[in-house]
């Protein structure tokens, strides 16, 4: 099998290493963004519901805690917005979109590079094969023969072709992997904003009782 590998990849030439490169890239990068969104999923229902128990007791040391010590953009999201809140700030919504503005780019770093690889995979498997052809009808244009044998030229046409079949099998998968992990950031993105229009809520309620107790 090894013997098979190296042989394929020796008549795919430079390009094809190209490829395999571009492949180990987006493996990285899909599997390494896999564990990141696996360890920040949080239940964000629950979180705010244990929130809520101690900010309703004036807890906000706690709540910090808690939010420091839950992983995730949520939980960073939440603890800004506890923060502003505790320091009364006028403006709560802008210390929230702060925070979602600076957790974005951590949840969607490296889906730029996988996308692009699964761009160029198909282009560089076509680069692969125009350059292959090349050289089958410069060795047709510079046999002696008047003619090459129909197994000599299938066989040149194959290993031209072989990088086309690369790319596609590089950028098929990076396609899908794009769009799934694409579909993640955009649900922790919604679970932000859900998570944050709930907080608000919370605070506005809280901030009413306040007044009232201080009426009395």
Known sequence: ??????????????????????????????????????REEVNVRELLRGLENV???????????????????????LSSAILAYERKDDDIQQAID???????PKLESGLDILGTIGFIAPLLGLLGTVLGMMNTF???????????????LAGS????????????????????????????????????????????SFFAQLSKQEKLQDGE
Not at 9 to 29: R, Y
Not at 138 to 152: K, R
Request: with cysteine; charged share 15%; aromatic share 10%.
């Open 1 to 38: 099998m090894n013997s098979a590998f190296w042989k394929l990849m020796t008549d795919g030439g430079v390009v094809l290493w190209v490829i395999m490169f571009c492949s180990i890239v987006g493996m990285f990068i899909f599997f390494k963004k896999t564990f990141q969104f696996h």
């Open 55 to 77: 900010l309703k007791r004036n807890g906000y040391v706690e709540a910090i805690s808690l939010c420091d010590n839950t992983p995730g953009p949520v939980a960073r999201v």
């Open 98 to 104: 702060d925070a979602c503005l600076e957790e974005m």
């Open 138 to 152: 410069q060795d047709i244009g510079s046999t002696n023969s008047l003619s090459l044998s129909a197994s000599q």
């Open 157 to 200: 046409i194959r290993m031209a072709l072989i990088t086309t079949a690369g790319g596609l099998c590089v950028a098929i998968p990076c396609y899908v992997a794009y769009n799934y992990l694409l579909a993640r950031v955009n649900a922790m993105a919604l679970d932000m904003e859900k998570a944050a229009s709930e907080i608000l």
